[in-house]
């Protein structure tokens, strides 16, 4: 578990280092009334409690990725995710490299969850009971409480399917991931296209399970 704090504590140091600043979310709008049970708080929950038993369970990161992926694979909107990330070249390339980016992009996306939280020492996982609105998005709002420090985490969410999906996550409350994760992503991209980019994802998601 302590490895979340470091991969954290990264992302943090390399979004104020960039040239241009990081997205930012700013959470002003009123939250949706609480219902008997907030679809995409419960999407939010659902996950974590998937992440917490994987934690409890320890073993190897490729058996945690197994106990994850499904979990993941529900939550999260992984194409849009992938389309985000990348940029708006995504929208132009070839089905056929949509397909290995996503597909690269979602593995790495489960590799990491199962590398960062990789055993259980008392962390708590706090969702807030409601949602917030903005448009067609809802926003939830979560802190991972690790005995030591409280780390926000909030979920950008739209619905896919007739599900809420999870399609960005705000580290430390408003710093994007997906925002940063196209920023890493540019020169490989740039220099090496789809292929090249899905390639590198992929070395990611190794160094990951290993």
Do not use: C
Not at 40 to 48: D, K, L, M, S, T
Not at 102 to 119: E, G, H, K
Not at 166 to 190: C, E, H, P, V, W
């Amino acid at each position: 578990m302590n490895r979340v704090l470091k991969s954290v504590s990264l992302v943090l140091f390399w979004a104020l280092m960039l040239a241009a600043p990081p997205a930012t979310l700013v959470l002003q709008t009123a939250p949706v009334q609480a219902q008997s049970a907030d679809p995409a708080v419960a999407q939010v929950q659902g996950f974590y409690d998937a992440l917490l038993a994987a934690m409890k369970s320890g073993g190897t990161a490729k058996s945690r990725y197994d106990k994850l992926k499904p979990a993941v694979e529900k939550a999260f909107d992984l194409p849009a995710n992938t389309a985000t990330a990348v940029g708006p070249t995504f929208a132009a390339m070839a089905p056929a490299d949509q397909k290995a980016l996503i597909d690269a992009f979602s593995r790495m996306t489960v590799a990491d969850y199962a590398r960062n939280f990789d055993s259980f020492s008392g962390e708590k996982f706090t969702v807030e009971p409601a949602s917030i609105a903005r448009g067609s998005d809802h926003f939830v709002k979560s802190s991972l409480n690790t005995g030591k420090e409280t780390i926000a985490f909030n979920y950008r969410m739209h619905q896919a399917g007739g599900d809420w999906k999870i399609t960005d996550i705000y580290l430390a409350g408003n710093i994007s991931q997906m925002a940063q994760k196209r920023s890493d992503f540019a020169s490989t991209l740039a220099s090496g296209g789809a292929q090249g980019l899905a390639k590198k994802i992929n070395q990611i998601a190794d160094k990951s399970l290993n």
